[in-house]
């Protein structure tokens, strides 16, 4: 299936041509000055998201767990995600925080391959262009066997660059913070600054592993340079 990582920027794309750890010491929880706030889900707040779907719908939904609101997503043998439009100049906003916890990794996924595009939870950003099919995608994933750190192309197109964050199910059942420079990450991967900002995305996925995936989603902030 032409998929997710690459269609999903590019689905984005063209939406977007007519616009243009524990929670006590989770870095997506703390306040950062002039930061701007991507997902309330601990307030219960899915306002400003969208489904995307390709094979299969994967189930999203505001839980309590761990003594907080957060999103849940089950996957069965299925693929699609939920995508918030935000404008943003990621060289005044570099800073995407977030937290997110899984149940375990997926046994089948294979990151190289196309059979194997699967993960178990993905933050997506994602840098639209006026010609759609030059969209670029990072997408950072939780990842089964990629060492954590390990940055490659996506196994359908090199418009999308795929990032373990995580990796392994040495912290499956505990909440993990996490803090990106995706103004950096993108001259790293891509050799040039990064246009706009135009829309942040997440998912889990099991349409081609046929596998199953639980993952939860904390609140996601784009912030400031920490001073």
Same mark, same amino acid.
């Given at each position: 299936?032409i998929v997710?990582?690459?269609?999903?920027?590019?689905?984005?794309?063209?939406?977007?041509?007519?616009?243009?750890? *524990?929670?006590?010491?989770?870095?997506?929880?703390?306040?950062?000055?002039?930061?701007?706030?991507?997902?309330?889900?601990?307030?219960?707040?899915?306002?400003?998201? *969208?489904?995307?779907?390709?094979?299969?719908?994967?189930?999203?939904s505001i839980?309590?767990?761990?003594?907080?609101?957060?999103?849940?997503?089950?996957?069965?043998?299925?693929?699609?995600?939920?995508?918030?439009?935000?404008?943003?100049?990621?060289?005044?906003?570099?800073?995407?925080?977030?937290?997110?916890?899984?149940?375990?990794?997926?046994?089948?996924?294979?990151?190289?391959?196309?059979?194997?595009?699967?993960?178990?939870?993905? /933050?997506?950003? /994602?840098?639209?262009?006026?010609?759609?099919?030059?969209?670029?995608?990072?997408?950072?994933?939780?990842?089964?066997?990629?060492?954590?750190?390990?940055?490659?192309?996506?196994?359908?197109?090199?418009?999308? /660059?795929?990032?373990?964050?995580?990796?392994?199910?040495?912290?499956?059942?505990?909440?993990?913070?996490?803090?990106?420079?995706?103004?950096?990450?993108?001259?790293?991967?891509?050799?040039?600054?990064?246009?706009?900002?135009?829309? /942040?995305a997440l998912?889990?996925?099991?349409?081609?592993?046929?596998?199953?995936?639980?993952?939860?989603?904390?609140?996601?902030?784009?912030?400031?340079?920490?001073?």
């Amino acid at each position: 299936m032409i998929v997710r990582v690459f269609m999903l920027p590019v689905l984005i794309a063209v939406g977007l041509a007519g616009m243009f750890l *524990s929670p006590e010491v989770s870095f997506a929880d703390e306040t950062i000055p002039g930061q701007v706030t991507v997902a309330a889900f601990s307030r219960g707040d899915l306002s400003g998201w *969208s489904k995307k779907i390709f094979s299969g719908e994967t189930e999203y939904s505001i839980v309590q767990i761990d003594g907080r609101k957060a999103l849940r997503a089950v996957s069965k043998n299925a693929a699609s995600g939920l995508v918030k439009k935000i404008e943003k100049d990621p060289s005044q906003y570099p800073l995407l925080r977030w937290s997110w916890k899984i149940e375990h990794t997926l046994k089948r996924e294979n990151a190289t391959k196309k059979s194997g595009d699967d993960f178990v939870a993905r /933050v997506y950003v /994602v840098f639209p262009r006026v010609l759609f099919w030059k969209t670029r995608a990072i997408n950072y994933v939780w990842s089964a066997k990629l060492p954590k750190g390990t940055a490659i192309p996506n196994a359908y197109t090199a418009n999308a /660059v795929m990032v373990a964050v995580e990796s392994g199910d040495g912290k499956a059942g505990t909440w993990v913070s996490e803090e990106r420079n995706i103004f950096e990450d993108y001259k790293n991967f891509f050799g040039e600054d990064p246009p706009p900002l135009g829309a /942040v995305a997440l998912m889990s996925d099991t349409d081609n592993t046929a596998d199953e995936a639980v993952a939860y989603f904390g609140d996601i902030f784009l912030s400031p340079s920490r001073p």
